[in-house]
């Protein structure tokens, strides 16, 4: 008996990276999932329908309202409800840096992606969760919207700090309503989002350094925690924030 059986699950940016990790990991836990992102993701369904899963694709723009609305109506359409919300689509751009020469439009395109995204998310989803009688929203922060990034990227810091504040207003405004809403809060993981930051071993090196236990985290090991949020093993967990960083926000003195 799979963790999500009969649940449906709805993730964002799930065609590649952590998302695409969540969602076949969903599948095999028992859910119908959503893989929605702007690029497609018939690979994804394929390799979930091939594993004995079920999902579909749809084509979101988190940035758009239609968009997302849309989305959230073929979700439904397609598989009869709605139990759960996973705003997992960001972006880290590789201009931002400090306050003095971070580009505003790196700013806002990060705020547009990372914040307004899971508001969107929320906004169309919430019905249909409240239809189907509750259902829990995983939004993904980052263990930088609980301290300073190691590297200045102000934008993104920003962006995961508002979303972590945005999840606990949203968990307790649905409390009462059968809705849950956690963060999840990863540290360094290695997929290519992080890579593309660490082209030498210097710069892998600065990293790695303030991460106590020696090493970049892994996908499944950020999707496990996905899932623990997801399911009804966290059916008394709400407006939290579940930090996955190898020891990183623990560290005072960073171990040699």
């Not at 201009?95 to 547009?112: L, V």
């Amino acid at each position: 008996m799979g963790r999500l059986d009969g649940k449906v699950a709805f993730i964002t940016g799930a065609s590649s990276g952590l998302g695409r990790v969540a969602a076949e990991l969903f599948a095999r836990e028992g859910a119908a999932v959503v893989v929605a992102d702007v690029v497609d993701g018939d690979e994804v369904v394929s390799a979930i329908d091939e594993a004995g899963g079920g999902a579909t694709f749809v084509s979101c723009d988190v940035t758009d309202d239609e968009s997302v609305k849309n989305a959230v109506d073929h979700a439904v359409a397609t598989f009869g409800g709605l139990h759960v919300l996973y705003n997992n689509a960001g972006v880290m751009l590789g201009d931002d840096d400090n306050p003095e020469t971070t580009s505003i439009a790196t700013y806002d395109k990060t705020m547009d992606i990372n914040v307004k995204g899971v508001l969107l998310g929320c906004k169309h989803a919430i019905p249909a969760l409240r239809a189907s009688g509750g259902g829990s929203i995983v939004n993904v922060a980052s263990f930088v919207a609980h301290m300073g990034a190691a590297t200045p990227q102000v934008a993104y810091t920003a962006s995961k700090g508002a979303v972590l504040a945005l999840t606990r207003e949203i968990a307790v405004i649905y409390a009462r309503q059968g809705i849950r809403a956690n963060a999840l809060c990863p540290g360094p993981v290695m997929t290519p989002l992080l890579a593309k930051f660490l082209s030498d071993d210097a710069k892998r090196n600065r990293r790695l350094v303030h991460i106590p236990m020696g090493r970049f985290g892994e996908p499944h090991e950020i999707a496990q925690g996905a899932l623990f949020l997801a399911s009804d093993e966290s059916s008394w967990m709400t407006g939290q924030s579940l930090v996955i960083d190898g020891g990183i926000t623990a560290a005072y003195v960073t171990p040699e």
